[in-house]
């Protein structure tokens, strides 16, 4: 009965050093790709702003900054639900 109890600790210990690695990269491309968002942040942003102040020039400044929000909210939305549906598993 001994040789089951260690055979199942190697196994276990085999299965969570493979998930806590699965996660660990997991957590580590999230931060990567939290900071690759955070730094395109202005740019997406003042490209949107220019573009909504461009179209109708007599808006307040708040009201040109909730345009580009909504703007690519939506778009982001968008993003999302069309990779949802293409990554998918079947």
């Known amino acids: 009965m001994p ?3 260690k055979s199942r600790k ?7 050093k493979k998930e806590f690695k699965k ?4 957590a ?5 790709g939290f900071t690759i968002a955070f730094s395109w942040r202005n ?4 490209s949107v702003h220019s573009l909504v102040q461009n ?3 007599k808006t307040t400044v708040f ?3 909730f345009t580009a929000s909504l703007i690519i909210t939506v778009v982001g939305v968008l993003f999302i ?3 949802s549906k293409l990554l998918k598993e079947k």
Do not use: E, H, M, N
Request: charged share 30%; proline share 0%.
């Open 23 to 26: 996660q660990l990269r997991l």
């Open 43 to 46: 740019v997406i942003f003042d």
């Open 55 to 57: 179209i109708d020039k």
């Open 3 to 5: 040789k089951k109890s």
């Open 63 to 65: 009201q040109t900054q």
């Open 10 to 16: 190697k196994k276990f210990s085999r299965s969570y």
């Open 28 to 32: 580590i491309a999230a931060a990567i």
């Open 81 to 83: 639900l069309l990779f």
